[in-house]
């Protein structure tokens, strides 16, 4: 006759592995690596991304920089007056100096929607405009106002200025309310605009 002792040593023991696999399935961590990773990638490549975003963009408002610091030189030495330089002879010359990192169609060359170059002469330095010309004047995201934009690069002694505004379009959401400084109120896409100028006096050249 089985006592009534086996009978609840028997039980026990029957529930010993299924409580060890239940405690074990609690204490378990497999998985946990991905799960946190799932969790953390999102927020990561974000900030990885706009870490990239705004590295490009301040390389792109140097590489412009530059370009324009070449051209004024031409300038001022009378390159560009020797050889008769057209408007569009002068952009294709620019797009050439920025072409390292930013490229201009043949469209672009034409017919400006990017770039933007304004090359003027002016009586005096105090007269050179120091602002970004929008739109607005109450709007300081507004979009850029190219009315009075020129090509009438100066001669020998006078006194000019280059400026180079270039449209860079952002690509990261999570960067574009912070490195945007231009926002259309149409609801079009915002950009970065990098601005680039030069003011000096030409030499006296003959």
């Given at each position: 006759m089985i006592q009534?002792?086996?009978i609840l040593d028997s039980k026990s023991a029957e529930r010993q592995p299924?409580?060890?696999r239940l405690l074990g399935f609690v204490r378990s961590q497999d998985g946990s690596a991905a799960i946190e990773f799932a969790l953390l990638a999102i927020p990561y490549f974000l900030i990885v991304f706009a870490i990239i975003e705004t590295f490009v963009a301040f390389t792109a408002e140097q590489v412009v920089s530059n370009a324009v610091d070449t051209l004024s030189r031409q300038i001022r030495t009378g390159q560009i007056t020797a050889l008769n330089t057209s408007q569009q002879q002068f952009r294709q010359a620019f797009?050439?100096?920025i072409s390292v990192l930013i490229t201009c169609s043949?469209?672009?060359v034409a017919t400006p929607a990017n770039l933007y170059l304004d090359v003027e002469?002016?009586?005096s330095f105090a007269s050179m405009p120091t602002t970004v010309p929008r739109k607005s004047t109450t709007d300081p995201y507004s979009?850029?106002?190219t009315t009075g934009f020129a090509f009438a690069p100066g001669g020998a002694k006078t006194l000019n200025m280059v400026r180079a505004y270039y449209r860079w379009q952002v690509i990261t959401d999570l960067m574009r309310p912070y490195l945007t400084n231009v926002r259309p109120s149409d609801g079009s896409a915002s950009v970065y605009l990098i601005v680039a100028t030069?003011?000096?006096q030409n030499e006296n050249y003959p």
């Open positions: 009534d002792n086996d299924v409580r060890k797009c050439n100096e043949s469209t672009e002469t002016y009586l979009d850029l106002n030069a003011a000096f």
